[in-house]
């Protein structure tokens, strides 16, 4: 069973930058593709960006050239860091692999919200 742990998130100005941060275990996560999704309220959890186990990086148009997805294969963790954060970043955002795994759930996530 795959259980993932968000933290990292917070408050922060817009323009500024967070580190989030993403616990994996139950499986070794270097073997599979990860990625970072958000959810805001009222909208449909998105995929933000991902890396492959070769270390290929994906990200959506949203948050290319401010955000980057990188992991250290020995702590099982995967990181995203979000850099001139927009009003328009605020969510809840959790990292699960891509695609997800059968059976698989979600962590409970790491709120992020930005201020003007």
């Known amino acids: 069973q795959v259980q993932l742990v968000e933290s990292g998130g917070g408050l922060v100005q817009s323009g500024g930058s967070l580190r989030l941060s993403c616990i994996v275990s139950?499986?070794?996560?270097?073997?599979?593709?990860m990625g970072w999704y958000r959810q805001a309220p009222g909208r449909q959890r998105d995929l933000v960006a991902s890396?492959?186990?070769?270390?290929?990086?994906n990200y959506a148009d949203s948050v290319k050239g401010r955000f980057t997805i990188s992991r250290d294969n020995a702590k099982n963790t995967v990181f995203l860091q979000m850099n001139s954060l927009k009003p328009d970043d605020p969510a809840v955002y959790y990292c699960n692999t891509k695609p997800l795994l059968g059976g698989s759930s979600w962590g409970q996530g790491t709120q992020v919200t930005v201020s003007s």
């Open positions: 890396i492959s186990s070769g270390g290929s990086t």
């Open positions: 139950g499986i070794m996560s270097r073997l599979y593709t």
